[in-house]
């Protein structure tokens, strides 16, 4: 996050992917410049590829250097 603030990005929104891991059930975010690669998509706790995307909010840097959500309803999982 700090990278995006300091690198002149901090005017525009970084994607979020909320993730959802098929194997432990553990729900986690990535929040990337680019878009997501099946590579990013390995659960954190438990090491599995079997992660489902779900539609994250999003992430933006304010001038004040702290952060907020989009506006945008978060989830996707049922």
């Known amino acids: 996050m700090l990278?995006?603030?300091?690198?002149?990005?901090?005017?525009r929104p970084m994607p979020t992917?909320?993730?959802?891991?098929?194997e432990c059930g553990?729900?986690?975010?990535?929040?990337?410049m680019r878009l997501i690669r099946e590579s990013d998509k390995v659960?954190?706790?438990?090491?599995?590829?079997?992660v489902a995307q779900g539609v994250g909010g999003g992430y933006v840097a304010t001038?004040?250097?702290s952060s907020a959500s989009?506006?945008?309803?978060?989830?996707?999982?049922s």
């Open 43 to 50: 659960c954190p706790e438990c090491g599995s590829t079997q």
């Open 3 to 11: 990278w995006a603030a300091s690198s002149g990005w901090s005017d």
């Open 26 to 32: 553990h729900r986690f975010d990535r929040f990337l």
């Open 17 to 22: 992917y909320e993730l959802h891991c098929k």
């Open 70 to 77: 989009a506006c945008v309803p978060r989830g996707g999982f």
């Open 63 to 65: 001038s004040s250097g």
